[in-house]
């Protein structure tokens, strides 16, 4: 059971608009730390894609996009494309725990 | 380029001991944390550890407290992870990472990781 929470899955179809949920708790994202998201292709190492909750490294495509209110935080993902299709996972910081991950979003692009 | 590089996949038997390693290039070694991040066949990231390579300061998440060891040396700029005996539980693809990280009368807070390795694969089978 990981402290954040994802949801297991998501899709869409190409050219759509997706978010992906991160929910934490006060000694997490609710007390104020940041969240951060990684993209992981299959067989391949993850990759930043947003940190301090809504910046996005250099190369990134704007179509991805970072947002926290409370305890959550949510990736958005717009103009969908195939290449897309990858596992999504939110990272924070736990005052008693130290660092934390979400548990894993699969993102299928139907 | 800043970049770590991992030492290859390893198979090992139950029982047996571990050291792999995570060398850092094109940075000062010295002078920024490095992580380890365990992900579990078909599974999620978990967040095992990190230390400081200036002056070995070691940080364990408390499920990985006890369970394995992290090191570095500093002259060869290279962090490891290790294990005394191994588990068939231990199966799994083993990142490090930099993490980003903030100082404050508090103490340290950790943030993003970037780069990573390119991973380690360890297997551990009778």
């Known amino acids: 059971q990981s402290v954040l929470t994802q949801p297991p899955s998501v899709s869409g179809a190409p050219g759509q608009r997706v978010t992906i949920s991160c929910t934490g708790s006060s000694s997490n994202i609710g007390a104020g730390y940041d969240v951060h998201w990684y993209q992981q292709l299959p067989g391949t190492a993850p990759k930043l894609l947003i940190y301090?909750?809504?910046n996005r490294p250099s190369g990134v495509p704007d179509r991805f996009s970072g947002s926290k209110s409370g305890t959550s935080a949510s990736l958005a993902i717009s103009g969908l494309q195939a290449e897309d299709e990858a596992d999504y996972y939110c990272?924070?910081?736990?005052?008693?725990?130290?660092?934390?991950f979400g548990g894993g979003t699969k993102l299928t692009v139907l | 380029e800043v970049q770590l590089v991992q030492s290859g996949a390893e198979v090992k038997k139950p029982g047996e001991s571990l050291k792999i390693s995570c060398k850092g290039s094109g940075y000062s070694f010295t002078s920024y944390w490095i992580g380890w991040v365990r992900q579990m066949p078909g599974k999620g990231l978990e967040w095992m550890g990190i230390i400081y390579p200036g002056d070995s300061d070691t940080r364990y998440s408390p499920s990985f407290q006890g369970q394995v060891t992290i090191s570095a040396d500093k002259s060869i700029s290279t962090a490891y992870l290790q294990w005394s005996s191994l588990k068939a539980s231990d199966t799994a693809m083993y990142y490090c990472a930099r993490p980003s990280y903030y100082y404050d009368s508090s103490g340290y807070y950790f943030r993003w990781f970037d780069p990573w390795g390119q991973g380690t694969l360890v297997t551990v089978s009778s």
């Open positions: 990272q924070s910081y736990d005052s008693s725990l130290g660092g934390v």
């Open positions: 301090g909750n809504s």
